[in-house]
Every structure is written in C-alpha cells, then in structure tokens.
Nanobody, 123 residues
C-alpha cells in the first residue's frame, strides 16, 4: 500500500513563500507521476502542478512562474516551492501519485492521495 504524507503548510502573508513536501513510501517518487492539487472551501479540487517520472513538469496557469515542483528520488519526496503567494492560493494542498497518468491535470487518473496540508495566505 502506497502512502503519501504532506507537510510544510501554514499561515503566511501575501507575497511570502512556503515549501510543501510530500513523502512517499517505497520508491514511488522515482517511478510514478506525482501531482499537487488544492481545494478551497466550497470549491472543487483543482490541479496545481505535476512532474512525470521522466522529469517533465506541468503547471496550472494560475501558479505558473510562482510555483516550482521538484523531486528528490533518493529521499522519495516531491516538493512544491510556492513563492509570491496570494490570498487566492489559500486551500488544502494534496499530493497525488499515479503510475499511468495520460493527462497530468486530471485528478481522476491518480491512484494515491495524501491527507492534505493547509495553506493560508493572509492579505
């Protein structure tokens, strides 16, 4: 059973930065497609960023240029560096993993999910 655990969330002022981490069990990070999604209260879960097993990345337009996804295979960890945070970035951020993901932004194609970490950006 694959387990994903997010950390690094918190409260930050607008314009600040946070780095989220997603630790995966086994060797999932090096062989799977890894994604970050977020869900604000009363809204659907939206795509944020993803990284394929071969290193290719994809970002939502709303975070492009501000967020960076990266992967440390030795540590079995995926990171999401978030800079220039805005109040509209406030949400619970979820890490996801999938072996076969044709469309990185499609949450239904991911097999495993973490419990989420809260990110709150104050204005």
């Amino acid at each position: 059973q694959v387990q994903l655990g997010e950390s690094g969330g918190g409260l930050v002022q607008a314009g600040g930065s946070l780095r989220l981490s997603c630790a995966a069990s086994g060797r999932m990070v090096s062989t799977a497609n890894m994604g970050w999604f977020r869900q604000a209260p009363g809204k659907e879960r939206d795509f944020v960023a993803a990284i394929r097993w071969n290193g290719n990345t994809l970002y939502a337009n709303s975070v492009k240029g501000r967020f960076t996804i990266s992967r440390d295979n030795a540590e079995n960890t995926v990171y999401l560096q978030m800079n220039y945070l805005k109040p509209e970035d406030t949400a619970i951020y979820y890490c996801a993993a999938g072996q076969v993901v044709a469309t990185l932004s499609n949450l239904h194609e991911y097999d495993y999910w973490g419990q989420g970490t809260q990110v709150t950006v104050s204005s």
